[in-house]
Structures are given as C-alpha cells and as structure tokens.
C-alpha cells in the first residue's frame, strides 16, 4: 500500500506546478503530510479554522506545525459567525467556515492532495486517486487522494511506524473528528462517520463538484 501511495504522490508532483495539501490534522491527514514532505518539504499545508474547532484541534495543529515545519497556511470566512450551525443550519455554517473559504483558496493551486479514503462513506466509494476537480468560478484543478484504497488499519499501522503523534481525541473514542459543535462519539461503531452532524448528512461539502 505504501509504495503504491508514493507512486501516487510522485507522479502528481511531477506534473504539478502548485500543489498543496488539506489537512484537518486527522489521522489519515497526519499520515499523507508526512509521506508528502520526504519529497517537498515546503508543500503549503491548509488548515480550515472553522472558529468551531475542539481546542484538542488546535492545540494538536499548533504542535504539528511546530513540531514537523509545516508550512502551514490558516483559512478562515471573511466573517465567521460562530454558532451559525444552530442559529441557522449546519449546511450553512459548513458554507460559510469550510467550502468558502478553501475554495477560494484552492484557486491559486493546480493539485489539492486530500487524505480521503473510500472506505469513510459511502459518498466517496468512487473515489478515484487522481481526478479533475471543477471550483465553482469554472476553473479546473487536479485532485490526488494517495489513500483512496487504504483502511483506517493501514494508516494507523503507518503512524505508528514512523511514530507519528496522532490528535489526542482518539483516545477519547473519536473515530471521525470535525467541529467541536458537530462531532460526538460514533453513533454506529461499524460507521467511523456517524458521530458526525448528527449523522444528518455525509459531506460538508468541500469534496462535492461544482456543476
């Protein structure tokens, strides 16, 4: 699995000229950043602070960075409305605080590597590991997904090793960590997922298509 997922990741950044990386500093992302940087160190890690984060999150970011020299670059709303996912609903609130603002960013890159994996949800069963990706202003990007055909057993198996610190919530029984707000303990324990949004929906957003 590993060396099929570093082909993966040398073959895109051979053919890009701006790549880049998300990371919600989960495990998987924790993993992909680490097998990015042993080929380009400086890949420009984005972080989407919602402003609804677990402070475990941030606290954890804060040491990667710290810890690894990501170069990482903080994405936020132009106005975050904390408590936006009550006051009016979550797919607001994810609008506002994730696909906002990352897809903004996103335009400035040609290749978005994302530690998705097809065994999360049944939303990324199709995953391909190297796809065009359409941003709602019409342009065109590349996204790489190394991990596609990896289980959560493979990248804990790699975190532990190359001794990669994993975010302290998981010791609490998380399975799938996103905000604070919107996160509980899985609701189905064959379904990492289902402690996120209630199980009321599958995706933020960020990893839908524009049409």
């Known amino acids: 699995m590993n060396e099929h997922a570093l082909s993966v990741i040398e073959q895109a950044l051979a053919e890009a000229k701006t790549p880049c990386i998300t990371s919600s500093f989960q495990a ?3 993993v992909l950043t680490h097998m990015l940087q042993q080929r380009r160190p400086d890949i420009p890690v984005l972080f989407l602070d919602t402003v609804h984060h677990f402070a475990e999150t941030y606290e954890y970011k804060d040491r990667q960075a710290g810890a690894h020299r990501l170069n990482l670059i ?3 709303a132009a106005e975050p409305q904390p408590g936006l996912w009550q006051a009016e609903s979550t797919e607001a609130c994810c609008a506002r605080h994730k696909v906002g603002p990352l897809f903004a960013a996103l335009e400035g890159y040609d290749t978005w590597f994302t530690a998705l994996r097809r065994d999360q949800s049944p939303s990324r069963a199709n995953l391909q590991e ?3 990706f359409r941003l709602p202003t019409g342009t065109m990007i590349r996204r790489v997904a190394p991990l596609a055909a990896w289980t959560a057993k ?3 198996q790699y975190a532990k090793a190359h001794g990669l610190d994993l975010m302290p919530l998981y010791d609490k029984g998380y399975t799938s960590i996103g905000c604070e707000p919107c996160t509980s303990l899985p609701l189905d324990p ?3 997922r289902s402690g996120r949004w209630q199980g009321q929906k599958l995706e ?3 990893h839908i298509q524009a049409k």
Do not use: K, Q
Request: proline fraction near 11%; charge should be negative.
């Open 204 to 206: 933020c957003g960020i």
């Open 130 to 132: 190297a796809e065009p």
């Open 154 to 156: 493979d990248v804990w």
């Open 28 to 30: 998987e992302c924790v």
């Open 190 to 192: 064959s379904n990492p």
């Open 74 to 76: 903080t994405l936020r």
